[in-house]
């Protein structure tokens, strides 16, 4: 049962359905005027921003598919993460040398790990690597660890931050690292793990996530659909705490030296930051 | 007894050269002008800062060669504006007795510096309540040297007096003080020996 075989029975779209959506853009469209909001511009490029982009994750999925080598998998997974780690410090309004390649470990690690553990354990794929399998899974173990640590890093950069003299404070009484630090720390990981504690809450109730509204448009029972939501979910819950207490831990070693001072010289500020 | 001893320490661009030596039972009061150097001087001795050259030594010991936990217990630095450390002024006092190693922090859970009270929320405190909070706690943990960074600056004449007793006996007990001041008097008050930053 993988979303793909789901999916072969799902009734296709035609070039002229996807027109007849893409008229909904108008709304946006319309209340940006209405309202001046200046959207305009960045409505366009975005829509066509994500035709192109998911034009091109179509092409590169089939490609990856058709070749169905385990290199080839790891390859995409991989190059995912890479992406997700420099989408996370791109959003971020401070930087610090190192930040972008510790982000990007970060998000390879967390996600391919977790996605690796469910593969393994959870889902009867053969092989257990299957692209049509792995790749949407992490797909969306990503999309959302991308949030979390982008919310951490924030959150952590900004913490260190603007809470330097009570750190130093406490590193002046002869707190260790992980003590002075405890209060940013623990701020950050919990700002990072907000989102996806809030979604699952409201899972079911206020809204049918993505991936079953998929499964039962594709006439998949709705029983099992759930069985495997919940099971996405866990995974993505996985990924994001991974993911999360990874870049901030990794942001405390990046901020401070070897003999346990905070170097805020290390920062870089840019326009945003308050 | 020297107690702390500076030898040749850089801080670029402000600091060169800077040689001092604070005694057990001295302190030393250091004055200069704004952007002189004194709180970077300061946070270099606590090893909060990185020095560019020159020696840090405690008791014989260069800070290098001490593990960074240990140097900064024996010779802390108090900041100038006192940061809030929790919520209140008794959570404040925990979480104080929870960085420090258990038995070293001498207060009691009632016991506060005067006027101020447990249950207040130190958001509320004044600064120079806030000041007196950070003198009560840093006499109180185990140090052997101060650094204290205009630590009077935000109290009122008679606080002041009270604070400037409390590190006179402290720095009778054998301690060392350095005392950032814009206060010439203070020296003579104390009949300490002044150094001065340009």
Redesign the interface.
């Known amino acids: 049962m993988t979303t793909a075989l789901a999916l072969a029975n799902a009734p296709p779209l035609t070039n002229v359905d996807l027109a007849l959506a893409a008229v909904l853009i108008l709304v946006n469209a319309a209340v940006s005027v209405a309202f001046q909001l200046g959207l305009g511009r960045r409505l366009v490029v975005a829509s066509l921003r994500a035709a192109l982009q998911l034009a091109l994750l179509g092409l590169v999925l089939g490609w990856v598919f058709a070749r169905d080598q385990p290199l080839v998998v790891l390859g995409l997974g991989v190059a995912m993460g890479l992406v997700a780690g420099w989408e996370a410090v791109r959003r971020a309004t401070r930087r610090a040398p190192g930040l972008l390649p510790a982000a990007m470990g970060v998000m390879v690690a967390s996600s391919l790990g977790v996605t690796t553990y469910c593969l393994l354990l959870s889902v009867d794929a053969t092989p257990w690597w299957n692209p049509q399998t792995s790749i949407p899974i992490l797909g969306m173990v990503l999309g959302n660890a991308l949030n979390g640590v982008s919310l951490g890093l924030e959150t952590a950069l900004a913490g260190f931050d603007e809470q330097r003299e009570r750190v130093e404070a406490l590193l002046a009484l002869g707190a260790s690292r992980a003590d002075a630090t405890r209060e940013v720390v623990q701020r950050a990981v919990r700002t990072g793990m907000i989102p996806i504690v809030n979604s699952m809450l409201a899972v079911g109730v206020i809204s049918i996530p993505g991936m079953m509204t998929g499964q039962i448009l594709a006439g998949e029972d709705p029983a099992a659909a759930a069985r495997y939501q919940l099971f996405i979910l866990f995974a993505i819950a996985g990924g994001v705490a991974l993911g999360t207490t990874g870049v901030v831990l990794a942001t405390r070693r990046l901020l401070f030296d070897e003999r346990d001072r905070l170097r805020l010289d290390r920062l870089r500020r840019l326009s945003g930051a308050d | 007894m020297v107690l702390l001893e500076a030898r040749g320490l850089v801080r670029k661009p402000v600091i060169s050269d800077f040689d001092l030596t604070l005694d057990a039972g001295e302190l030393v009061v250091l004055v200069g002008p704004s952007g002189s150097g004194k709180t970077l001087l300061l946070r270099a001795l606590?090893?909060?800062?990185?020095v560019d050259a020159g020696q840090r030594i405690f008791d014989g010991v260069a800070c290098e060669d001490t593990d960074?936990?240990?140097w900064?217990?024996r010779v802390?630095?108090?900041?100038q504006?006192?940061?809030?450390?929790a919520a209140t002024v008794y959570e404040s006092l925990e979480?104080?007795r929870?960085?420090?190693?258990a038995g070293t922090f001498a207060a009691h859970g009632a016991d506060v510096p005067a006027g101020l009270d447990v249950g207040q929320r130190t958001a509320d405190l004044s600064g120079g309540e806030a000041q007196k909070l950070?003198l009560f706690?840093a006499l109180r943990?185990g140090a052997r040297v101060l650094l204290l960074d205009e630590p009077t600056s935000a109290l009122d004449a008679a606080s002041s007096a009270e604070a400037e007793r409390a590190v006179r006996d402290y720095v009778d007990a054998g301690n060392a003080a350095l005392w950032v001041s814009h206060d010439e008097q203070l020296a003579e008050r104390f009949g300490a020996r002044v150094r001065r930053l340009s």
């Open positions: 606590a090893d909060l800062d990185p960074p936990q240990t900064r217990r802390r630095y108090v900041h504006r006192a940061p809030r450390l979480r104080v929870s960085a420090v190693p950070a706690i943990t």
